[in-house]
């Protein structure tokens, strides 16, 4: 039996009230993240329940019960302190998808500090990015990272503490920098949780928009309420469920839905380490007899693409519920779905800023396959008129994705940037930056992004972050970033460039730019293929144009032109 029971009833009833009652919260009483999701489950008698298996590339197993978890968590919160790591300072998580990544997370928030995850895979540049706008103090990090962070020290004064989590002693560590062994310091069996309250501060996730830097979303420990009752109803997490999410906790769904929404219900999560091959992820879940599994199209496009024949070999038959999100899920990938495993992918919307699923598909509810379904109780959706703002009656006509603002994980503010987070509301509506149509059953259909934001494997890269990293190459004299359609990963970075004089344009040249790109900020961001161009389309006001450049790849209309200079 699912939790949601009848999607429609429930939406009618549902409150957030609710949600709070249920897992034990009282406007105006201290909430804190990390103690919910520990501390609360252990006085529920399930100290003794796993937590945490870990697999690790090389095939090494850890794992953790609830109780364990709650001393490893006690003891990383309890390291900040003794270095004086106050409330609301910035601590940053870079690393691997190691057991210190998950419980390090939830070690901060019980201090009060602020987590900032980032993606391990990010080079300096994109650290540096993010840490200086962050005014981050500490940061957990891994040797093999180390170096990432040592380039960048300099010019990052308010960052006091680097912590390495698997210091061996081999290579002596410099200024600012200190070993942590998570398992073997003593545990602490009591910490002072920081008296949190809903509007604390607690998780800071970086997400890229079309212009300016990456943007900080804050969020609170509020959110809690519902990453709970989403994890809840979407992912229909029941009690002896073994939870899967495939999703990194540099990105927002692997805190949500891969540490928060799973462990504040209790439930077992499993996390691997090795690497996208169906292969390692069949012989994953038929070890750990996966049960409930959270990932994205381009994971399901890839397993699609190596067949069924290796879905055989497996065991799967643990499997009864599945969710996607981060890209369209097409049509043909829920269809696969349902004759290689036996059940359909149910798609999930949501973003970094909203912090919870927001429209989705239930457990119950029939699938149209192709759709992202349907509201989550408690969320009012809409699609808006893009001139009046107001939400369009007619069925089937496309519109901007609109929330009505408040919910519980909705995002607070852009970090010291008020004034793009106010951007984000019209009208009374939160605007999400994408558009979809409604049809005649309430199904909502995703259309496209709004904005030039680069959706590659269901993560975001500003253009804006790329072009600018482009220009500190020598040769290059100007560029422009855009998303270039792919069969698995939707869209890849191409770059369009125009060299300075004394350049000519080569294979080597391009792959030259290409690497320079994936050192300084990430393997996502590296473009896929550049395009040397005697120069960039602009408007007469001398923005380039990257929505013309990006119609060129996609085969679209390219619309009126009579604003660009020298197209
Ligand atoms: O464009 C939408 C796309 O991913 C964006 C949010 O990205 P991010 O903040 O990184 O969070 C990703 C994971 C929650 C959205 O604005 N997106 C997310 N889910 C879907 C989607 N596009 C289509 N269908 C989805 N289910």
Redesign the pocket.
């Known amino acids: 039996m699912s939790h949601i029971g009848n999607y429609e009833e429930t939406y009618a009833k549902f409150t957030w009230r609710d949600a709070e009652r249920e897992i034990g919260y009282e406007p105006g009483d201290p909430i804190n993240i990390g103690a919910w999701c520990t501390d609360r489950i252990c006085a529920q008698g399930k100290g003794r329940k796993t937590a945490l298996v870990w697999e690790g590339h090389d095939g090494t197993r850890k794992q953790y019960t609830f109780d364990d978890m709650r001393l490893r968590t006690n003891t990383i919160a309890a390291f900040l302190r003794s270095h004086g790591i106050e409330p609301g300072e910035r601590v940053c998580l870079f690393m691997d998808k190691i057991p210190e990544l998950y419980f390090g997370f939830l070690g901060v928030l019980k201090t009060g500090a602020i987590v900032q995850p980032l993606f391990s895979a990010f080079g300096s540049e994109s650290l540096l990015t993010r840490l200086a706008d962050a005014g981050t103090s500490a940061i957990f990090t891994q040797k093999k990272h180390l170096a990432k962070v040592r380039a960048i020290v300099d010019q990052l004064p308010s960052l006091r503490l680097i912590i390495v989590v698997d210091d061996d002693g081999s290579k002596p560590l410099r200024e600012r920098e200190t070993a942590f062994d998570m398992d073997g310091s003593p545990q602490v069996e009591h910490f002072d949780v920081h008296p949190t309250t809903a509007e604390s501060p607690s998780v800071l996730?970086y997400?890229?928009g079309t212009t300016g830097k990456p943007k900080g979303?804050q969020h609170v420990h509020y959110s809690l309420i519902s990453q709970y009752i989403t994890a809840k109803y979407v992912l229909d997490l029941h009690e002896d469920d073994i939870y899967w999410c495939t999703?990194d906790p540099g990105?927002?769904?692997g805190t949500?839905y891969g540490i928060i929404g799973p462990w504040a219900n209790g439930v077992t999560q499993c996390v691997t380490d090795a690497g996208f091959k169906a292969d390692n992820w069949y012989g994953f879940i038929e070890r750990m007899r996966v049960t409930v599994w959270y990932s994205?199209?381009t994971a399901i496009r890839g397993l699609m693409k190596e067949g069924l024949d290796v879905v055989r070999k497996y065991d799967l038959s643990s499997l009864r519920h599945l969710c996607?999100?981060?890209?369209?899920?097409n049509a043909e990938a829920v269809l696969w779905s349902k004759e290689a495993f036996g059940k359909m992918f149910h798609?999930?919307?949501?973003?970094?800023?909203?912090g919870c699923?927001v429209?989705s598909n239930y457990p119950g509810m029939p699938i149209k396959p192709g759709s992202?379904g349907k509201p989550f109780p408690g969320i009012t959706a809409a699609v808006l008129d893009p001139s009046t703002y107001e939400p369009i009656a007619v069925k089937g006509e496309v519109g901007l994705?609109a929330i009505r603002p408040p919910w519980p994980s909705m995002f607070r503010t852009y970090w010291k940037n008020e004034e793009t987070y106010k951007a984000k509301f019209r009208n009374g509506w939160y605007i999400?930056?994408?558009r979809a149509s409604i049809d005649e059953d309430g199904y909502f259909w995703?259309i496209?992004?709004d904005d030039d934001?680069i959706?590659t494997a269901?993560?975001?890269v500003g253009p804006f972050e790329i072009e600018s990293a482009l220009l500190e190459h020598p040769a290059v004299a100007e560029s422009a970033a855009v998303g270039k359609p792919d069969p698995v990963n939707m869209e890849v970075v191409k770059a369009f460039i125009a060299l300075k004089p004394g350049y000519t344009p080569s294979k080597t040249l391009e792959l030259e730019i290409m690497n320079f790109i994936r050192k300084k900020l990430s393997p996502l961001a590296m473009p896929q293929e550049v395009e040397f161009v005697p120069s960039l389309p602009r408007t007469r006001s001398g923005k380039i144009m990257r929505r013309l450049l990006r119609a060129r790849e996609w085969g679209e209309e390219i619309g009126d032109t009579s604003t660009l200079e020298n197209d």
């Open positions: 996730h997400t890229s979303a999703a990105w927002v769904t949500s994205a199209p996607s999100v981060g890209e369209p899920l798609d999930t919307f949501w973003q970094t800023e909203t699923i429209i992202m994705i999400c930056g994408d995703f496209g992004r934001v959706n269901g993560h975001l």
